[in-house]
């Protein structure tokens, strides 16, 4: 199953670049991985730059207001681009859509529940827990195989003290064959545990993580 997030070791290594000095009065942090769901742009827009790209789907936008698409990948890049309001505006106008009856998918994952995750994870961006939970789950709901509002929706639970859920639903994310786990995940699962006081479990998850961050500090029991 693809997944339906893009990851790699240059923006990995960005994010935690961005924590590692990050103090956490518990002893600990979590690793907010905020994945936004990437939709594929299309074929049209292959081959353009990321200006281009935004020129083309801003173009769609202002003709078709009306199409889910268009708003998603406009949201899109405009967060790959730090413009997290404008992203936020044109997600949120295509939940609008979603509810006003407009559906539309790409493989198993749905436009809707796409846009829902990716306003969940500027939520969860900004410790608005009590916004981002319901968004997530609806998006889970309707999309099951949607992997980036599963390990935002643990990361949340982690923030919010519910380790035992937290840990249930990172679980659920289902590494593709012959992949390594993703090292935010490991080190996410090993920090639920840690919480539940199982830290002889947690510790191969720690290493996973270890294996990509060598010098990343792990939190002892």
């Not at 103090?23 to 292959?46: E, H, S």
Request: charged share 25%; net charge positive; with cysteine.
């Amino acid at each position: 199953m693809k997944r339906a997030y893009h990851g790699n070791k240059s923006k990995r290594d960005t994010e935690a670049a961005a924590i590692e000095e990050e103090k956490i009065q518990r002893g600990t942090f979590v690793i907010c991985c905020c994945i936004i769901v990437l939709f594929v742009i299309g074929t049209a827009a292959r081959n353009y730059t990321w200006g281009n790209a935004e020129r083309l789907w801003l173009d769609i936008v202002t003709k078709s207001p009306d199409k889910l698409r268009g708003h998603i990948n406009l949201g899109q890049i405009y967060q790959s681009s730090g413009r997290i309001a404008l992203a936020e505006i044109q997600y949120r106008q295509t939940i609008e859509l979603c509810d006003g009856g407009q559906s539309g998918r790409l493989g198993a994952v749905s436009v809707c529940d796409g846009a829902r995750s990716n306003v969940a994870s500027i939520l969860l961006y900004r410790k608005d827990f009590a916004g981002a939970e319901p968004l997530l789950r609806k998006a889970i709901e309707g999309s099951p195989s949607l992997d980036a509002a599963k390990i935002n929706l643990g990361v949340l639970y982690l923030r919010t003290g519910r380790a035992e859920l937290a840990l249930e639903t990172l679980n659920s994310v289902k590494t593709p064959h012959g992949n390594d786990p993703e090292p935010e995940i490991e080190y996410n699962r090993g920090e639920a545990l840690r919480m539940l006081g199982r830290c002889a479990e947690a510790q191969p998850h720690y290493a996973n993580f270890k294996r990509w961050y060598v010098n990343r500090p792990i939190p002892t029991c």
